[in-house]
């Protein structure tokens, strides 16, 4: 066990993985892969959404014309559906494998990369966005709005690379 893991957590995620539905997570021929699906689902609509706004901020992509606020509140919709996908179904698969996931070093920089990944966008929203009217459509995004981006950007694609590894077993 990881020195810095809580023993309670531990307990917490073997009670999780011996529970009913831990057990029919594991043991259902479909259950798992239908859900793993919505996964991937929600996580292609949120990232793909993010990054359509991301690349706005840069001045590129297919939506580069578009007022950020309209594209924004176009976006908004899809990522926050996307996400609650991705709450929901990472919950029922961290069901199946509790203890194990809580082991892996791998998922615990996933939950951190995610944490931060949403402090990113609540500073973007609460600084730089609240004076999108200065800037909705400019070419390029302020400065601000630039580093909101990359930091975005590495984010998600630190978190799908986590997901996959994590995936794997590696730790």
Known sequence: MPWW?????????QSLDNSPFGHEMRESLYLFPVIETL????????VTSAFLLDM????????????VE????????WVVAGFTVQFITGIL???????RSALNSFFWIKMFAIVTVGINA??????????????????VAPLGARVYGVFS???????????RWFSFHLT
Not at 39 to 46: E, K, N, R
Not at 153 to 163: K, S, Y
């Open 122 to 139: 609540l500073i973007f929203h609460f600084t730089v966005y609240k004076q999108v009217g200065t800037w909705n459509n400019a070419k």
């Open 39 to 46: 996964h991937v689902f929600g996580i292609v609509s949120l």
């Open 153 to 163: 950007v590495i984010l998600w694609l630190g978190i799908i690379t986590l997901g």
């Open 56 to 67: 706005r901020l840069f001045g590129v992509g297919p939506m580069k014309d578009e007022p």
């Open 93 to 99: 698969m961290f069901s199946a494998e509790a203890t």
């Open 5 to 13: 893991l809580p023993t309670w957590v531990l307990h917490l995620c």
């Open 70 to 77: 309209k594209l924004a509140k176009w976006i908004l919709p």
